[in-house]
């Protein structure tokens, strides 16, 4: 079974903080995704990897850095945490020649008190 | 730009009762078009998928046609059990989108006995 393992399901943390989300796949995927999902609005994507060292931007960059350096870790970096980035953060991934198809992680639920 | 349009929840139904939940979709070209469901303090699971037009995508008794002339990929049940409330959300990929997923907002089915 693919498996996404993102590394905490909650975390609580303070604004301004630096605050890092950690996922790793085990199926060797070129693609890893990030998204937050919120009530009402869906899942929409931060960012995205289609290989080492390589990023784009998703819909809602803004406020968010990623990391890749290796291919099967993906990492999600809020600079400066602020509590408008109170949400759930889900991380994919998925091979290239699977057409899209997405993995998801369980999700970890950050809260910015 | 492409986008998702689900009908909005909760969807309650009793156990037995036939399931439509509507999805309808704006992109260019000729997309994939997935069905995934995110079952409680869960992650999203792939469901179901179609790759071109009058596939039908099916899984776990959830069927699903994809309409180019209505442009749609409507999500449909016989009869449905306890065990199938969750969220579930439609969505998109490529060509306009590359390998990346445009979901809709979800739609939450509640299914009581």
């Known amino acids: 079974d693919v498996k996404v393992t993102q590394s905490s399901r909650y975390l609580v943390k303070r604004t301004g903080e630096k605050v890092f989300l950690e996922c790793v796949q085990d199926?060797?995927?070129?693609?890893m995704f990030w998204y937050r999902q919120d009530p009402g609005l869906g899942l929409r994507l931060i960012y995205f990897?289609?290989?080492?060292?390589?990023?784009e931007k998703g819909d809602i960059p803004e406020g968010y850095s990623v990391s890749r350096e290796k291919k099967e870790r993906f990492s999600l970096i809020l600079e400066s945490a602020s509590t408008n980035q109170t949400s759930m953060y889900l991380c994919?991934?998925?091979?290239?020649?699977?057409?899209?198809?997405?993995?998801f992680g369980q999700g970890t639920r950050l809260t910015v008190v | 730009g492409n986008s998702v349009t689900q009908m909005e929840g909760p969807v309650t139904l009793s156990e037995e009762a036939f399931l439509t939940i509507n999805c309808t979709y704006t992109?260019?070209?000729?997309?994939?078009l997935f069905w995934y469901v995110q079952y409680p303090g869960e992650g999203l699971q792939l469901l179901l998928k179609?790759?071109?037009?009058?596939d039908k995508g099916s899984n776990k008794g959830f069927e699903a046609t994809y309409r180019k002339e209505t442009t749609s990929f409507h999500l449909e049940k016989g009869s449905v059990q306890v065990s199938d409330s969750a969220v579930y959300f439609c969505?998109?990929?490529?060509?306009?989108?590359?390998?990346?997923?445009?979901f809709g907002t979800g739609t939450q089915l509640k299914v009581e006995l």
């Open positions: 179609a790759t071109k037009a009058d």
């Open positions: 990897s289609y290989d080492v060292k390589m990023k």
């Open positions: 199926m060797d995927h070129e693609n």
């Open positions: 994919a991934s998925g091979p290239t020649r699977g057409g899209a198809l997405a993995f």
């Open positions: 969505a998109l990929s490529g060509p306009g989108g590359g390998n990346k997923l445009t």
């Open positions: 992109a260019t070209g000729y997309p994939s």
